[in-house]
């Protein structure tokens, strides 16, 4: 568990140099521990570090996995998601990130109606078109937005995409600039929504998020060190 907090240091410095270097302030900058596979105990670890937002990619492990965790934090569904799994989704999660069409975010309205409660969503953005991933379309999404914001037991915070997988950094970070232009369309089409969330980033290529506005770095490998086999 040592490894975890020498981890998190080496992350703040880093995450610090990026964001002075794109003439921004640290403090706007929060890392979800992403603990796909990790054991509750290292959860714990990192939350003892001081970092309070933990992403999980599936609702089962999720499920399996949050009463053994003891510290406070926020959780955060960063996984594609069932409509089937919607109502376990709203049970355990603060906020999901993935929401890329209205039929799963009416499941999900739906859901939290019952439940009682207001949930936080991001919308997921295909912003490499490569077919592999999940996300909305950047053309669809002023219609999907306007579906949302009508959604009453759902609250729309901002935007997630998952950078382009390549070896040029050029093309990495346009499609984080791609979600920070798209977001300041929408806020200007729809200005009652705080869409002061941006999602982009993960171990290997979050300073490149943080140069185009990424408000929410997703980082495991690079906190928890590599995967077990």
Same mark, same amino acid.
């Given at each position: ?5 020498? *981890?998190?240091?080496? #992350? ?5 140099? %990026? ?7 640290? @403090? /706007?900058? @929060?890392? +979800? ?8 105990? /290292?959860? @714990? ?11 999980? *990619? =599936?609702?089962?492990?999720?499920? !399996?996995?949050?009463? &053994?965790?003891?510290?406070? %934090? ?9 409509? *089937? ?13 993935? +929401? ?21 969503? #991001?919308? &997921?953005? *295909? ?11 950047? /053309?669809?999404?002023? /219609?999907?937005? %306007? ?15 998952? !950078? ?16 920070? &232009? =798209? ?17 982009? !980033?993960?171990? !290997? ?6 140069? @185009? ?5 997703? #980082?495991?490998? %690079? ?7």
């Amino acid at each position: 568990m040592d490894a975890i907090r020498a *981890n998190w240091h080496a #992350l703040q410095e880093r995450i610090t140099r %990026a964001a002075l270097a794109a003439g921004r302030a640290p @403090e /706007e900058i @929060e890392v +979800v521990a992403v603990t796909k596979t990790r054991t509750p105990r /290292e959860v @714990e670890a990192a939350l003892d570090c001081g970092l309070r937002l933990v992403g999980e *990619n =599936r609702v089962q492990e999720a499920a !399996g996995k949050k009463d &053994q965790v003891r510290l406070p %934090a926020r959780w955060h569904l960063i996984g594609h998601l069932q409509s *089937n799994k919607a109502a376990k989704a709203v049970e355990l999660f603060d906020l999901v990130e993935s +929401v890329d069409q209205f039929r799963l975010a009416a499941e999900l309205d739906r859901r939290a109606g019952q439940a009682g409660r207001i949930l936080d969503i #991001l919308i &997921q953005v *295909n912003t490499s078109g490569a077919p592999q991933q999940s996300g909305a379309a950047p /053309e669809q999404l002023p /219609e999907l937005a %306007a579906q949302l914001v009508a959604l009453p037991h759902l609250r729309l915070r901002g935007l997630m995409t998952i !950078g382009a997988l390549s070896p040029e950094e050029g093309v990495v970070r346009a499609s984080f600039s791609q979600l920070r &232009q =798209r977001r300041d369309q929408l806020a200007s089409q729809f200005p009652q929504v705080d869409w002061g969330l941006l999602s982009m !980033g993960m171990s !290997g290529d979050f300073e490149l998020a943080i140069a @185009e506005g990424s408000t929410l770095l997703r #980082l495991g490998t %690079a906190l928890f060190g590599a995967r077990q086999a």
